[in-house]
């Protein structure tokens, strides 16, 4: 599919499949990257969306590195569990650390 033909949650599923294992970023980052600075409550929403897909959603997180988005994966705990099994800390559903895991698309991309 050419990169003009794709749809806002497409080019986010696109840049959250980049996240390296044992990174986080934040809605805002995508959001900046994708050019539509104001839209990180969209790119939540495709968050949101991807279950199903092979998105590694659980590595987008608010821009303080709160695990706001966890109710929407299955199980109590899924997300931090599966941020866990990548090494990344989670201590009261933030990340500890942030800035040292913190990826920006816009410096890697």
Do not use: C
Not at 48 to 60: F, L, T
Not at 91 to 96: A, G, K, P, V
């Amino acid at each position: 599919m050419k990169p003009e033909t794709l749809n806002f949650f497409d080019k986010v599923y696109e840049v959250a499949e980049q996240i390296p294992f044992g990174r986080v970023t934040s809605y805002g980052a995508i959001a900046n990257y994708l050019g539509a600075a104001k839209s990180a409550r969209m790119v939540g929403y495709a968050m949101n969306s991807s279950k199903g897909k092979d998105v590694p959603a659980h590595r987008v997180v608010n821009r303080n590195g709160l695990l706001t988005g966890k109710q929407h994966f299955d199980g109590t705990n899924l997300m931090q569990q599966l941020l866990e099994g990548e090494g990344v800390e989670v201590l009261d559903n933030q990340i500890q650390n942030f800035k040292t895991v913190f990826w920006d698309p816009s410096n890697e991309l």
